[in-house]
């Protein structure tokens, strides 16, 4: 969230990737640009939607449709709290919505209520089947910022010293015991000749990405406003 910013007065309230998007694991030690591009090789950009609380709730029942199969439509998320069941039907699995204030308190959000929030561009004009944010796309709700995932993503990186990789809590699944979906620290493989470090050489503590279903887990390329975790990291909130 905090990446728009720069650009934008809108707030930005959240910022989610789905997990196709996510294409590698980072290995312990230092990152490489190489390995950033190999995490997000598909050259998106950073979008922003304005989208009602309906249709959030909307996207996210399309994301958890399936779980705990695996989908490339499912949605990490940062500067939310997602609760959800997955032992009730499809379309009616998601309990509620909550975003993040700056003061570590959570707001329900409102059916009602327009709400700027970050993605990919891919998704925000309807990619994996999000038909209600192709809809915000035809009704020019929708803003390409024109800024490169995975540049944004490492930029992100190079603010750090180390990636965090505790368990946020930001997609609890209360089917079983509520196990908590973590969105974590990405990782690649792919390298550059000669490698390129990035200029804080940033160490990852993970040996893989943790993602739910594809065992990859994606810091939010959103960083800034998703406390600097990987989900936050490319989109930079």
Not at 33 to 45: E, H
Not at 153 to 166: S, Y
Request: charged share 20%.
């Amino acid at each position: 969230r905090a990446k728009p910013r720069e650009f934008t007065d809108q707030k930005v309230v959240m910022a989610m990737q789905t997990g196709g998007g996510i294409r590698a694991a980072i290995p312990a030690g230092n990152v490489t640009v190489g390995q950033v591009i190999t995490v997000l090789p598909f050259g998106n950009t950073l979008a922003l939607i304005d989208v009602t609380g309906a249709e959030l709730k909307a996207a996210l029942e399309l994301s958890v449709e399936n779980v705990p199969k695996e989908k490339g439509g499912f949605l990490h998320v940062s500067g939310a709290r997602v609760v959800f069941d997955s032992s009730k039907p499809s379309g009616e699995r998601v309990v509620s919505i909550e975003l993040l204030n700056e003061d570590g308190t959570y707001t329900a959000i409102e059916d009602s209520k327009m709400y700027t929030v970050a993605t990919n561009a891919f998704t925000a004009k309807g990619g994996d089947g999000f038909h209600m944010f192709a809809k915000a796309y035809t009704e020019g709700r929708v803003t390409d910022l024109g800024l490169s995932d995975w540049e944004n993503f490492a930029e992100h990186l190079e603010t750090l010293k180390a990636i965090p990789t505790a368990t946020e809590g930001r997609l609890v699944d209360l089917a079983g015991t509520g196990t908590k979906i973590i969105v974590s620290v990405m990782s690649f493989s792919y390298q550059v000749s000669p490698p390129q470090r990035l200029k804080s050489q940033v160490k990852s503590r993970d040996a893989r990405l943790v993602r739910p279903w594809f065992k990859i887990a994606m810091p939010f390329c959103f960083g800034a406003a998703f406390k600097a975790y990987a989900l936050r990291g490319i989109f930079a909130f």
